[in-house]
């Protein structure tokens, strides 16, 4: 697609229930990231995919929090028995080869919120 | 901790007035990057400036990085109402890796018209 996409832009949940948030990358972007953005603040890093490799998850607040990336393009960030400090903003970029000497195209986002 | 640390955490101009931000990171890296956030959601590459570089520029954007000092400038100069967002920098570690990416907590920007 013409940048990456990001479903859905607003979630509504109540405590202790599952969520999925889902990311289209940039067709060919071989590197995916996932932030967490809470009100006011700078982007927390969560987990980075790239290529085939195994993924980085030293960015996950808590057993929780689980993500995959299927096939090298869509992913999916799964967050299980969700709590109300889970709510924040959840952004996705990704970046054509993730060697760290390139811009990144971030989503718009999903806004979560756990009532 | 976050490596990047904006300042100032807010500024408010007005419009034709230029803009400067600063950032000061911890540790050596090998390139830092700013990015604009509108409306709280997707971030928007600006400008990115590597370790061995002093200055660049990008329309009315000049960005500078004193490796000495560990810090780096944005400034926007002839400001407009639609410069009104937050901006972040993002350090990438010395070893380039993309993992090593961090983000600032950002200074939010408005523009009075």
């Known amino acids: 697609g013409a940048g990456v996409s990001q479903s859905p832009s607003n979630k509504v949940t109540e405590k202790g229930k599952d969520v999925e948030l889902r990311c289209d990358p940039i067709s060919g972007h071989t590197a995916l990231y996932w932030y967490r953005q809470s009100l006011g603040q700078g982007l927390e890093f969560l987990i980075y995919f790239q290529g085939n490799s195994a993924p980085d998850k030293s960015g996950l607040p808590s057993d929780r929090f689980s993500a995959e990336r299927t096939g090298g393009s869509v992913s999916t960030l799964t967050i299980q028995r969700t709590q109300q400090e889970d709510s924040a903003v959840y952004l996705c970029?990704?970046?054509?080869?993730?060697?760290?000497?390139?811009?990144?195209?971030f989503g718009s986002g999903t806004q979560l919120s756990v009532l | 901790s976050q490596q990047g640390e904006e300042d100032p955490q807010a500024l408010s101009i007005q419009e034709g007035e230029n803009a400067t931000m600063n950032c000061s990171y911890k540790?050596?890296?090998?390139?830092l990057q700013w990015y604009r956030q509108n409306s709280g959601r997707g971030l928007v590459h600006l400008i990115l400036i590597r370790s061995n570089e002093r200055e660049k520029h990008s329309g009315r954007l000049r960005v500078t990085l004193d490796t000495s000092k560990k810090s780096s400038s944005l400034l926007i100069t002839a400001s407009r109402a639609a410069d009104t967002a937050s901006y972040f920098c993002?350090?990438?570690?010395?070893?380039?890796?993309?993992?090593?990416?961090?983000f600032g907590s950002g200074t939010q920007l408005t523009v009075l018209p």
């Open positions: 970029a990704s970046s054509l080869t993730g060697t760290g000497i390139e811009k990144l195209f």
């Open positions: 540790t050596s890296i090998n390139n």
């Open positions: 993002a350090t990438v570690g010395g070893s380039g890796s993309a993992r090593q990416l961090t």
